[in-house]
C-alpha cells in the first residue's frame, strides 16, 4: 500500500534502476484522472462556483467533469501495480477552460485538451504537490510517469468577426495570403514577410498583423487568461477557421474551434519547450505523450523532440520516452513511420498494431496484417530495432474500446466467447512486440457503446445513466459501483501476462520471426529471440473458435521446450518442427530451453 513508502522521494537505487529501463521494457497503463479516482472532494468543482456550466462539474454527465484527482490516482497505486503497469499515461492535467460549446452544446475540459494555462495543474485535478507527490509515491514502486502534451493548439479563446454565431470555414493561404488583409484584393499587410518557411526571427518580426483571413476578437474577460502570457496574442496563432482534416487545413487549420498555434513560429518553438523542459525540472518525470502530432509541422518537431530529451537527459533521465499520436483508423504504418523519419519521432502510438489486432482478436479477418508488421517495421527511422518502442494498443479514449470493437465485429457472440477474445486480444498485446498500452477499465471489462465520450467510463461508481446500463465482459457488476476488482478475470489474466513479459526479455525487447499465419481466422504464430542469448520463444495463438492442431516451424536448434503459458509440447516433433494444440481462442508461449 501507499503508507508503506510514504509520500517521500523514490531511493536512489530505485530511481537509477526506473530511469536505466529502456521504453520497450515498460507496461503502459493510460488513465484519465477525472474518471479514475475521487480522492478530495472539495476539488470536484475546481475552486469554481456556480453550476455544471460554470464549473463544469455535472458527475451525471458523460460530457462534465466527474470528479476524479490525483490524490485519488495516487491513492489507487497498488491496484495500477498489481496490474503490473510499469509506467503511466496520465490524460492532460494542465488548467483547462471549463465549460466549452454553444448554447444546448456545452461540454467541459474534464480530458485535458482545452488547455489555457500550460505551467500547472487544474484545480478539477488538485495541485502541482499532489502532482509531486503523485510521481514521487509511483516512483518509490518503480512505476514512471508519462505526461500527456498539446503544442497543436489552446482552448477555444479567439474568435473571429467575420464568423459570429458561425462556424468559420477555413481560408487557405492560396486565397487568404499573409501579405493582404482579408482576401487577395484586401489591402496590404505584414510587409517583408517571406511566408512561414522562412523560420528566422528577423522574418517572423515582420508578420505584424493576424487578421489576413479573419480578423481575430478576444472576450474581455479573457484577454488575459492563457499561460505563459505570450499565448494571448493573436499573431502566434493561424486564424484561418475550422480545419476539414484535408490538405493544408489539417495543420493551420483550427481543432474544432480549438485556437490553432503557428508552430512554425519561432517564439512558439522556443515558447513550448521552454514549457515543457520546466515540467521535467520541476517533477522529473519521465515522458511525453504528444497529442495531435500531426496537426504540427514537421518543422516544430525537428526542434521541440531534440531540446526535450537532451534537457532529460542532462537531468538525469536518459530514457525520456516521446511518442506521438498520429491517428488513423486504418492499417498504415507507412503513414506512422513518415512521422519518425521527417519529424523527428523517436516513436508513435501504433493504430497499424490496433488495427491488425483487433481484426484478428475479433475474427473480423485473418491474421496477415498481424504478420505484415514485422516486415513493415522496416519502415520507421531505426528500422525493426525502433519499433520495439511504439506504444501499441487495443483502444483508447478516442477510438473506443476493444470490447466495443469486438461487439461491433460479432454482435452475436456469447458473453464466453467476448470473455475468451478479450484474454486473446491482451495476449497479443502483451506478448507482441511494442510497448503495450493497457487503457483503463479495459481490465475490468468495460465496453462502452461507442468513441471518445462513449468511452471514457467512470471506475468510481459512476452517476451517468448511460454508463450504467452498459453491459461489462467478464462480470455481472455494472460502473454504479466502483470497479478495482482485482480478482476479474481480465484484471488477473493480464497481471499474469504482464509478470510474464516482465521476466521473458524475448517478449520486450526480442526480434520477430514469423511463424505461421493466414487470411482466415486461425493460427498466428511468431519467435522471438532472447536478445542476450539467443533463446527462441516461441508465442502462438488460434482465432478462431475451433481448436488448432498443426505443425509449426522453429529453429532446428531448439530441441526441447517448456511453458511459460498454455499447453507446449516437450520436445519438438521433428527438429525444426513443433506439434502446437491450440483450444479455441488460445494461446501458448512456449521456451525452448538450453
Same mark, same amino acid.
Given at each position: 500500500?501507499?503508507?508503506?513508502?510514504?509520500?517521500?522521494?523514490?531511493?536512489?537505487?530505485?530511481?537509477?534502476?526506473?530511469?536505466?529501463?529502456?521504453?520497450?521494457?515498460?507496461?503502459?497503463?493510460?488513465?484519465?484522472?477525472?474518471?479514475?479516482?475521487?480522492?478530495?472532494?472539495?476539488?470536484?468543482?475546481?475552486?469554481?462556483?456556480?453550476?455544471?456550466?460554470?464549473?463544469?462539474?455535472?458527475?451525471?454527465?458523460?460530457?462534465?467533469?466527474?470528479?476524479?484527482?490525483?490524490?485519488? !490516482?495516487?491513492?489507487? !497505486?497498488?491496484?495500477?501495480?498489481? !496490474?503490473?503497469?510499469?509506467?503511466?499515461?496520465?490524460?492532460?492535467?494542465?488548467?483547462?477552460?471549463?465549460?466549452?460549446?454553444?448554447?444546448?452544446?456545452?461540454?467541459?475540459?474534464?480530458?485535458?485538451?482545452?488547455?489555457?494555462?500550460?505551467?500547472?495543474?487544474?484545480?478539477?485535478?488538485?495541485?502541482?504537490?499532489?502532482?509531486?507527490?503523485?510521481?514521487?509515491?509511483?516512483?518509490?514502486?518503480?512505476?514512471?510517469?508519462?505526461?500527456?502534451?498539446?503544442?497543436?493548439?489552446?482552448?477555444?479563446?479567439?474568435?473571429?468577426?467575420? =464568423?459570429?454565431?458561425?462556424?468559420?470555414?477555413?481560408?487557405?493561404?492560396?486565397?487568404?495570403?499573409?501579405?493582404?488583409?482579408?482576401?487577395?484584393?484586401?489591402?496590404?499587410?505584414?510587409?517583408?514577410? +517571406?511566408?512561414?518557411?522562412?523560420?528566422?526571427? +528577423?522574418?517572423?518580426?515582420?508578420?505584424?498583423?493576424?487578421?489576413?483571413?479573419?480578423?481575430?476578437?478576444?472576450?474581455?474577460?479573457?484577454?488575459?487568461?492563457?499561460?505563459?502570457?505570450?499565448?494571448?496574442?493573436?499573431? %502566434?496563432?493561424?486564424?484561418?477557421?475550422?480545419?476539414?482534416?484535408?490538405?493544408?487545413?489539417?495543420?493551420?487549420?483550427?481543432?474544432?474551434?480549438?485556437?490553432?498555434?503557428?508552430?512554425? @513560429?519561432?517564439?512558439?518553438? =522556443?515558447?513550448?519547450?521552454?514549457?515543457?523542459?520546466?515540467?521535467?525540472?520541476?517533477?522529473?518525470?519521465?515522458?511525453?505523450?504528444? &497529442?495531435?502530432?500531426?496537426?504540427?509541422?514537421?518543422?516544430?518537431?525537428?526542434?521541440?523532440?531534440?531540446?526535450?530529451?537532451?534537457? +532529460?537527459?542532462?537531468?538525469?533521465?536518459?530514457?525520456?520516452?516521446?511518442?506521438?499520436?498520429?491517428?488513423?483508423?486504418?492499417?498504415?504504418?507507412?503513414?506512422?513511420?513518415?512521422?519518425?523519419? @521527417?519529424?523527428?519521432?523517436?516513436?508513435?502510438?501504433?493504430?497499424?498494431?490496433?488495427?491488425?489486432?483487433?481484426?484478428?482478436?475479433?475474427?473480423?479477418?485473418?491474421?496477415? $496484417?498481424?504478420?505484415?508488421?514485422?516486415?513493415? &517495421?522496416?519502415?520507421?527511422?531505426?528500422?525493426?530495432?525502433?519499433?520495439?518502442? $511504439?506504444?501499441?494498443?487495443?483502444?483508447?479514449?478516442?477510438?473506443?474500446?476493444?470490447? %466495443?470493437?469486438?461487439?461491433?465485429?460479432?454482435?452475436?457472440?456469447?458473453?464466453?466467447?467476448?470473455?475468451?477474445? #478479450?484474454?486473446?486480444?491482451?495476449? #497479443?498485446?502483451?506478448?507482441?512486440?511494442?510497448?503495450?498500452?493497457? %487503457?483503463?477499465?479495459?481490465?475490468?471489462?468495460?465496453?462502452?457503446?461507442?468513441?471518445?465520450?462513449?468511452?471514457?467510463?467512470? #471506475?468510481?461508481?459512476?452517476?451517468?445513466?448511460?454508463?450504467?446500463?452498459?453491459?461489462?465482459?467478464?462480470?455481472?457488476?455494472?460502473?454504479?459501483?466502483? @470497479?478495482?476488482?482485482?480478482?476479474?478475470?481480465?484484471? #488477473?489474466?493480464?497481471?499474469?501476462?504482464?509478470?510474464?513479459?516482465?521476466?521473458?526479455? +524475448? !517478449?520486450?525487447?526480442?526480434?520477430?520471426?514469423?511463424?505461421?499465419?493466414?487470411?482466415?481466422?486461425?493460427?498466428?504464430?511468431?519467435?522471438?529471440?532472447?536478445?542476450?542469448?539467443?533463446?527462441?520463444?516461441?508465442?502462438?495463438? @488460434?482465432?478462431?473458435?475451433?481448436?488448432?492442431?498443426?505443425?509449426?516451424?522453429?529453429?532446428?536448434? =531448439?530441441?526441447?521446450?517448456?511453458?511459460?503459458?498454455?499447453?507446449?509440447?516437450?520436445?519438438?516433433?521433428?527438429?525444426?518442427?513443433?506439434?502446437?494444440? $491450440?483450444?479455441?481462442?488460445?494461446?501458448?508461449?512456449?521456451?525452448?530451453?538450453?
Amino acid at each position: 500500500m501507499i503508507a508503506a513508502f510514504g509520500c517521500g522521494a523514490a531511493s536512489a537505487d530505485t530511481l537509477t534502476e526506473l530511469r536505466a529501463r529502456t521504453p520497450e521494457q515498460e507496461i503502459v497503463y493510460f488513465v484519465l484522472p477525472d474518471r479514475f479516482a475521487n480522492g478530495d472532494r472539495r476539488n470536484d468543482k475546481g475552486g469554481l462556483r456556480g453550476g455544471p456550466l460554470q464549473t463544469g462539474y455535472d458527475p451525471t454527465s458523460r460530457a462534465f467533469y466527474h470528479g476524479g484527482d490525483l490524490k485519488g !490516482l495516487t491513492a489507487r !497505486l497498488d491496484y495500477i501495480q498489481g !496490474l503490473g503497469a510499469t509506467a503511466i499515461w496520465l490524460a492532460p492535467i494542465f488548467r483547462n477552460k471549463p465549460v466549452q460549446g454553444g448554447p444546448g452544446d456545452e461540454s467541459a475540459g474534464y480530458h485535458g485538451y482545452w488547455v489555457t494555462d500550460f505551467t500547472q495543474v487544474d484545480p478539477h485535478f488538485g495541485t502541482d504537490a499532489d502532482f509531486k507527490e503523485l510521481v514521487e509515491a509511483a516512483h518509490a514502486r518503480g512505476i514512471k510517469v508519462y505526461m500527456d502534451i498539446i503544442a497543436n493548439h489552446t482552448a477555444d479563446v479567439i474568435h473571429y468577426r467575420e =464568423s459570429s454565431g458561425s462556424t468559420p470555414l477555413y481560408r487557405s493561404k492560396a486565397d487568404y495570403p499573409f501579405s493582404r488583409k482579408g482576401g487577395v484584393t484586401g489591402p496590404a499587410i505584414n510587409s517583408g514577410f +517571406a511566408g512561414d518557411h522562412d523560420a528566422s526571427a +528577423a522574418n517572423w518580426a515582420k508578420l505584424e498583423d493576424p487578421s489576413f483571413a479573419y480578423t481575430p476578437v478576444i472576450a474581455k474577460g479573457e484577454k488575459t487568461v492563457k499561460v505563459p502570457a505570450w499565448l494571448n496574442d493573436p499573431i %502566434y496563432y493561424h486564424n484561418r477557421g475550422d480545419t476539414d482534416w484535408r490538405g493544408e487545413s489539417a495543420q493551420y487549420g483550427d481543432f474544432v474551434g480549438l485556437d490553432d498555434l503557428a508552430t512554425e @513560429n519561432p517564439r512558439v518553438v =522556443s515558447g513550448f519547450i521552454d514549457i515543457y523542459k520546466g515540467w521535467i525540472d520541476r517533477f522529473g518525470i519521465d515522458g511525453y505523450r504528444i &497529442d495531435t502530432a500531426k496537426h504540427v509541422n514537421p518543422e516544430f518537431w525537428r526542434a521541440f523532440i531534440p531540446a526535450i530529451r537532451a534537457h +532529460a537527459a542532462a537531468r538525469g533521465i536518459p530514457n525520456f520516452h516521446i511518442f506521438g499520436e498520429v491517428a488513423t483508423g486504418d492499417y498504415d504504418p507507412a503513414l506512422l513511420a513518415s512521422w519518425t523519419r @521527417n519529424a523527428a519521432f523517436p516513436a508513435v502510438l501504433d493504430f497499424a498494431f490496433m488495427r491488425a489486432a483487433v481484426d484478428a482478436a475479433s475474427g473480423k479477418s485473418g491474421t496477415d $496484417l498481424l504478420a505484415r508488421l514485422t516486415d513493415d &517495421d522496416a519502415l520507421y527511422e531505426g528500422g525493426k530495432a525502433a519499433a520495439l518502442q $511504439l506504444p501499441t494498443f487495443l483502444g483508447n479514449h478516442d477510438a473506443g474500446r476493444f470490447a %466495443y470493437f469486438l461487439r461491433e465485429a460479432k454482435p452475436a457472440m456469447s458473453p464466453q466467447e467476448e470473455l475468451a477474445r #478479450m484474454m486473446l486480444g491482451h495476449a #497479443m498485446l502483451l506478448t507482441l512486440r511494442g510497448v503495450p498500452t493497457i %487503457y483503463y477499465g479495459d481490465e475490468q471489462g468495460f465496453a462502452g457503446t461507442g468513441n471518445d465520450q462513449q468511452a471514457r467510463q467512470d #471506475m468510481f461508481p459512476s452517476q451517468v445513466a448511460e454508463y450504467n446500463r452498459d453491459r461489462l465482459v467478464g462480470t455481472s457488476a455494472t460502473t454504479a459501483a466502483d @470497479n478495482f476488482a482485482t480478482d476479474h478475470p481480465l484484471y #488477473m489474466e493480464i497481471a499474469r501476462l504482464a509478470r510474464l513479459r516482465v521476466a521473458t526479455a +524475448a !517478449l520486450s525487447r526480442g526480434a520477430t520471426l514469423v511463424r505461421a499465419s493466414s487470411d482466415q481466422p486461425g493460427l498466428f504464430a511468431v519467435s522471438r529471440f532472447d536478445p542476450d542469448n539467443g533463446r527462441e520463444i516461441l508465442v502462438a495463438f @488460434n482465432t478462431s473458435d475451433a481448436p488448432v492442431t498443426t505443425q509449426v516451424a522453429i529453429d532446428p536448434a =531448439s530441441r526441447t521446450f517448456s511453458s511459460l503459458s498454455g499447453d507446449c509440447p516437450a520436445t519438438v516433433t521433428a527438429p525444426g518442427s513443433l506439434t502446437l494444440r $491450440l483450444p479455441a481462442f488460445g494461446y501458448a508461449v512456449c521456451a525452448a530451453q538450453p
